[in-house]
């Protein structure tokens, strides 16, 4: 019976380009294998035998290339709504090169030793006018106008080599081509730790035409931190700018990067420009007031009220600071910016201090901690630019005094310190709170 059964089915083989073949193994036959004591493991084996022979002997497979179209003889890239397609038909399997030969010989490739497995579908290539090319600088181009040859190469694992080609004709007029002209990327080192010295690199360059724009920087582990993405610009002068880190803000390690500019016009030519970038002292600064003392709580009015402060950096990387220097006395009545003429006026961000600021005290942001000094014990004429700036180093705990002439007739006052980087903000705010009692 299970015989019988198995004599109602069709044993079906197909291959990629051989027409389905069906074996219908005849139900007396194989009544008398069975008849005959055969096992259904030796009547497997038969039929086994016999598609195997069908294989050999019924399918011998199409051309290794067959032929090869164009969907038109003549193609203008910038005014065709559609690509190009090129087909060709490929018998067996085979590696498939396909390139574009101008007038002088020189050749594009398309595809290159591409495996394609016998198909009884053509392939089909769509080809939009560009090539790429060997230029380092010039990455794809839209051909010109003129006479080419499409020719496609077929070849078998057993060697077999096939080639066809085919006439093609670019007309119409070859537009500008995009470029990445005057690319200056300054400075060729940073340093990004918000120190405000060299943080930022910038990016210029004039586009000739307009252009869609990446800009990628690529660090020596092969990380790619991208600056710019698929930014439509036109034809003028450009500026960006990048940090030194990830889009998330992580900050990356020192070391040589490669950056790179690309611009990419509507028709697909691309050109791309690259160089190198340098990234130093990399860090975050941090910083922490690990003691404050206000003394003495209970003054005169005309008093001075003295600030002692001890800060350490507790970060990986130098803090810039500068600002009356420590021991500096200030009154209730002036503001740090008013010191000298100005002279420790907030710089551009980056630069640390420390501050004192009373409850009462309504200004807000830039008005708030009136009174600021340095973080450095030494006079300004010792300081690393004296004078100018000092830094405090990491791992280094500095003792800052600071005074000030209660001249506000308030019976009390809530003096408060706190820990400031101009531009930035207040990294540490309201600390170390303490009540000072003025008597008239």
Known sequence: MMIYGMCEQKIKLRQRVCAPVELLVGC?????????????????????????????TGCSGGPLLGAVTASAASYAPVEAARPLTISYAVGRDAKVTIYVRDGAGTRYNLRQAQVRPASASAYALRFDGTVPTADPVVLRRLLPPGAYQVVVVAEGADGQRVERSLPLTITGTAPPMPDVANLRVTPATISPNADAIDDIA????????????????????????????REEEG??????????????????????????VRAADPLGTVVRREGQLTLAGVGQPEARIVAAYIAPQRVMLGDVVTVTLRVRNTGTVPIRTYGPPSGYQYSTDTVFSS???????????????????????????AKRYPFRWALSARPPAQWAT???????????????????????????LGFYVGLIQDGVGFFQDRTARTIVEVGF
């Open 235 to 260: 034809p003028f002068e450009q500026h960006h700018v990048w940090n030194g880190k990830r889009p998330n803000g992580s900050l990356l390690s020192a070391g040589v990067y490669t950056y790179t």
């Open 386 to 412: 004296p004078g100018v700036e000092d830094f405090l180093r990491p791992g280094e705990e500095v003792e800052v005094v600071g005074r000030i002439q209660i001249l506000q007739r308030e019976t009390k």
């Open 28 to 56: 007396t036959a194989m009544q008398v294998l069975g008849q005959r004591t055969y096992g259904i493991r030796a009547l497997l084996v038969a039929v086994g035998l016999v598609l195997a022979a069908l294989l050999l």
């Open 339 to 365: 010191v000298e003429g100005g002279q420790y006026t907030a710089q551009a961000g980056g630069f640390w201090r420390v501050g004192v600021d009373w409850d009462a005290n309504s200004g807000g942001g």
């Open 202 to 229: 910038e990016f210029t360059y004039r586009l000739p035409v307009s252009a869609t724009v990446d800009i990628n920087v690529t660090a020596p582990t092969g990380e790619v931190i991208p600056v710019v993405t």
